[in-house]
């Protein structure tokens, strides 16, 4: 069973059997007069709203003001700086951290999270959390959190764990089979029996 094209799509539901990639879906919102901006799950929401009430548009909830109105994308920034609740990572932000910790330092999402979770601690707190973060990776059984939408990464950890013998050209093949298969909410998750797929 193929998926079908979105013009035969008639519901929420039947819409959100199938995997999508992002670039399709901002095609779809483009063509049905919908906001295309965004991340892909709020494009699936605002595709999945749209069918199901007559194309409208999918109320957006309204954004939280933030208080500071300190310049990260500006402002020289020292160990003494405190984070704020308008915190932004952008070239500043990772330009100060690797003068502080070196090329090897990496904004990933467990330390963005740390960051945006404490504010009014300052950014030496911030070097010695990244360092601590770090350290966990000398835990042979770490593994680092993978995010819900990031649906690839966890189905190649997962696939490669439980396949010993096999490889990431292995992992990409079988995740590719899967992606055209249906699902009951959208999301693709490794299981055993994908190792049959593409034996018919």
Known sequence: MKRPPFEHIKSGQEFNKWYWLKEEMIEICKRC??????R???LRDRIFYALDHD???KPEPQK???KSKFDWAKSELTLDSKITDNVSFGPNFRGFMK???GNKFSCHSDFMDWVKSNEGKTLADAVKAWYKL???KEDPNFKRTIADNNMLAQYTRDFLEDNKNKTMKDA???WLLKKQLPTKNGFIRYEKTD???GND
């Open 33 to 38: 007069g919908l906001p295309s901006g965004g």
């Open 40 to 42: 892909k799950f709020d």
């Open 55 to 57: 194309g409208k548009i």
């Open 64 to 66: 939280t003001k933030t």
């Open 99 to 101: 003068s502080h910790i």
């Open 134 to 136: 770090e350290k966990r």
């Open 172 to 174: 990409n093949k079988y």
């Open 195 to 197: 190792l049959k797929l």
